[in-house]
């Protein structure tokens, strides 16, 4: 990293490390609406500050992807597949709270309370991530194991393994695991 | 970034991007004892370390905050906002373990053996963590959503919003959820 | 940070601290399942890309660090010691879901797909790990509070403080809480 310069011996500034630390990534690895919640205020909170944000949905999180309805897919499901699909909350309206759930009526509450203080929603939250340029990475390999196809989550979407995350973390000032 | 100097280029270090990344920012979103322990015994090793230490608490984790006694409030709650005033836990001692509580018996028990082998229980971390600088920041919009005000909360803590947070984390090494 | 050069002024380029931030520090507080083979593939994933990885085990995540089978303890230990040893998942084969376990048929079924889908199991990611000189450290505090020895741990591993897990966040490019 030392470079002569004329006489002089200066360290070169490694500019290029520092260049691309900037931003946030986050592996958004839980599907509870609270914390979802927490993750796309944190992700537009950044976007909204002109910073890089990279949001990786794996495991429980992929949930949050899903489209609520019926489509046609290329590759017919397994029957453990098509279970899978079946148990999960299917998009961000059937999330429900990690805490005081209390069979659905404490998520209700909870959706009145932030509609009354003028909170956005999560679908809301998750448009406006995407009209922040905040890029929404959804796991393959989660995807394989649990036999979500791409057709059934939202458009407008990167798909990516574990070297995007890392790639893109490493890239980033901030990292967070949800 | 690049500076004509003389004859020579030189590419400026982007020293204040170096400078400004030191030390640790983590939002506490939980509220269990155990996830906040272990956030507060991080908080306070790394304040001993001389690190510059913020603790953004929101949702779940704002409970860890509350203090455990009437207040009289200058605006008065809504019924909602009292619900979930009585349904979470009022301060550090109300809070209960995320595994094995067992109704209370196993967070019981850990308090126990905390004691027994000399470890800080959670008002004690907390007063340390206050005694060392570290920046305790109340999410001001969570506090709209669940009802929670200013004088129902520790003296000596900050607010703010996730702009805070993120500020703060964009200035730190290191950044937790937690 | 100035130096004189000549007649220029130049600001060093702290090149330490631009090397020493390098790679993912993590900490493994939970000992669900789907949370530790997240932390598992992340951290093999970056391992896999020549990076330095760190993973500090506390509290519930210390449970992936037990071995299977009957140690003879150099110190006995106390009923609550062993009441916490029974009651925690011993190793990695005996962790569950952290949402549809239900009552282990979930994790069985997760499991499963996991193999018919030709993603690593558990054990194999912790063996990868070692491979790839990923450093597993013990928590020594959590250790105490729950009764842990040494010896009931697998080999090949480290142990510190919550000091190790600083000094090697500090240095690294990016922290995760799991």
Known sequence: MAEKMGVLTVESPAKEE????????????????DKVL????????????????????TFWGLN???????????KPKTMMEKMFGWMMPKGPNKLTLSKMNM???????MKKE??????YDLPKLIRTAQEQNVRLIACT???????IRKEELLSGIGFGGVGTFIDAADRSRMTLFI
Chains 1, 2, 3 share one sequence.
Do not use: E
């Open 114 to 119: 932030m509609v009354k203080k003028n909170v």
């Open 18 to 33: 520092l260049q691309k630390t900037s931003g946030l990534s986050m592996v958004v690895f839980s599907g509870d609406l």
């Open 64 to 74: 949050v992807l899903r489209i609520d309805g019926s489509t046609t897919l290329a």
């Open 103 to 109: 069979g659905g009526l404490g998520t209700m509450l």
């Open 141 to 147: 390999m989660s995807m394989d194991i649990m036999g």
């Open 38 to 57: 927490a993750a796309f205020i944190i992700a537009n909170g950044a976007a909204a500050m002109d910073l890089p944000v990279n949001m990786f949905f």
